[in-house]
């Protein structure tokens, strides 16, 4: 009996049926739609756009604040399905998911 594993039959996609993320609401995709939007995809499918313009900008911005400068907004990258920033900001995607199966866009203002 050999004591070594099939690296191959014991890899997820070996698995059948295959996995399937059990929160479709996850972020698979992001991209910049400059000045402060963003292109989504998430785990289900589902396409949308969120819309930071206002948000960045504003007198409120509070942390968001940091995101306008457009080098910073840029790089914006996927962590754990979340839409996330170097700079510690991350957005909800539940409530992204949400926003967007609703309207198509999420707009933070």
Not at 27 to 44: K, M, N, Q, Y
Not at 48 to 77: C, H, K, T, Y
Not at 94 to 100: C, E, F, N, Q, V
Request: some cysteine.
């Amino acid at each position: 009996m050999s004591t070594q594993s099939d690296a191959l039959a014991d890899s997820p996609a070996a698995i059948n049926p295959p996995v399937r993320p059990l929160a479709p609401w996850r972020v698979a995709r992001v991209d910049v739609v400059p000045p402060f939007g963003l292109s989504v995809v998430f785990h289900d499918g589902l396409a949308g756009r969120v819309d930071l313009s206002q948000r960045v900008v504003s007198e409120n911005a509070g942390i968001f604040a940091m995101l306008a400068d457009p080098a910073v907004f840029a790089q914006v990258f996927l962590q754990h399905g979340a839409v996330t920033w170097p700079c510690g900001i991350d957005l909800a995607p539940d409530a992204m998911h949400d926003a967007i199966q609703q309207d198509g866009v999420w707009t933070l203002r």
